[in-house]
C-alpha cells in the first residue's frame, strides 16, 4: 500500500531533551515537507526537501533541524525541545516539487512538551 | 507574500443540506488553489485543486469549487450533506509553479446533525 509513515504517533517529552521525529514514504517521491498544525493557524511549513540532500526552509524553521540521505526517509529532530513547539507534525510527499501534484500526507504525530 | 483566509473556524449543517465553505486568497501570481479535508485522527487527503484550466473544479465525494479571479475566491460547496463529511477542511495556495509549498488556511470544521 503507498503511503507515508511516522513514528512516534503519540509524544510527551521534557524541555530540552533532543528528540527525533521519523517519515518514511514507499511511492519514491522526490519531494519531501514537514508541516506543524496549531488549532487557528492551519499547517504551516517547517522545512522541505526537493530531492536528497537538498533540504530548505519553511516558513517556521526555528528550532528545526532535518536530514534527507535516503530518498524514502525525511527525518524531523528537535535538538532542544520548548513548550512552544507542542504542536502536531505532519510529514508529506509528492511525486515531484512542482506544485501541480498532489501532497500525500502521513497520519500526523502528536507531541506533547513539558 | 500569499495568504488564505477561511470565513467560519466552524460551520454546522444538517444532513442533506447544502454545505458552503468559504476561501478567499491573495496571491501576486496566478494561484494554484487546492481544498484538502483532514477526517479525525488522519492526515490531510486531497479533495480537488484549481490548476488555471475550468474554473468549477469537481473533486471527490462530491465536492466542488469555483475559481473567481474578480473576487479572489474559492469556495467549496456539496448540494446535499452526509454524515461521512464531519471533518476539518482546508484551503490552500501555492507559492508559484516552481516548488510544492502550499499555504494553508485555518481551517473549518464542519459538524453534520442528523
Known amino acids: 500500500e503507498a503511503q507515508v509513515t511516522q513514528n512516534p504517533r503519540y509524544l510527551i517529552t521534557v524541555t530540552g531533551k533532543k528528540l527525533t521525529v521519523t517519515c518514511s514514504q514507499n511511492?519514491?517521491?522526490?519531494?519531501m515537507s514537514w508541516y506543524r498544525q496549531d488549532p487557528g493557524l492551519g499547517l504551516r511549513q517547517i522545512y522541505y526537501?526537493?530531492?536528497?540532500?537538498?533540504?530548505d526552509k519553511g516558513d517556521v524553521p526555528e528550532g528545526y533541524k532535518v536530514s534527507r540521505k535516503e530518498k524514502r526517509n525525511f527525518p524531523l529532530i528537535l535538538e532542544s525541545p520548548s513548550p512552544n513547539q507542542t504542536s502536531l507534525y505532519f510529514c508529506?510527499?509528492?511525486?515531484?516539487?512542482?506544485?501541480?501534484?498532489?501532497?500525500?500526507f502521513g497520519p500526523g504525530t502528536r507531541l506533547t512538551v513539558t | 507574500a500569499q495568504s488564505v483566509t477561511q470565513l467560519g473556524s466552524h460551520v454546522s449543517v444538517s444532513e442533506g443540506a447544502l454545505v458552503l465553505l468559504r476561501c478567499n486568497y491573495s496571491?501576486?501570481?496566478?494561484?494554484?488553489l487546492f481544498w484538502y479535508v483532514q477526517y479525525p485522527n488522519q492526515g490531510l487527503q486531497l479533495l480537488l485543486k484549481?490548476?488555471?484550466?475550468?474554473?468549477l473544479v469537481k473533486g471527490i465525494n462530491g465536492f466542488e469549487a469555483e475559481f473567481k479571479k474578480s473576487e479572489t475566491s474559492f469556495h467549496l460547496t456539496k448540494p446535499s450533506a452526509h454524515m461521512s463529511d464531519a471533518a476539518e477542511y482546508f484551503c490552500a495556495v501555492s507559492r508559484g509553479a516552481a516548488g510544492n509549498k502550499l499555504t494553508f488556511g485555518g481551517g473549518t470544521r464542519v459538524l453534520v446533525k442528523p
Open positions: 511511492m519514491n517521491h522526490e519531494y
Open positions: 496571491s501576486s501570481v496566478p494561484p494554484y
Open positions: 484549481y490548476t488555471s484550466a475550468a474554473t
Open positions: 508529506a510527499s509528492s511525486p515531484t516539487g512542482r506544485v501541480l501534484y498532489e501532497q500525500y
Open positions: 526537501s526537493m530531492n536528497v540532500e537538498v533540504t
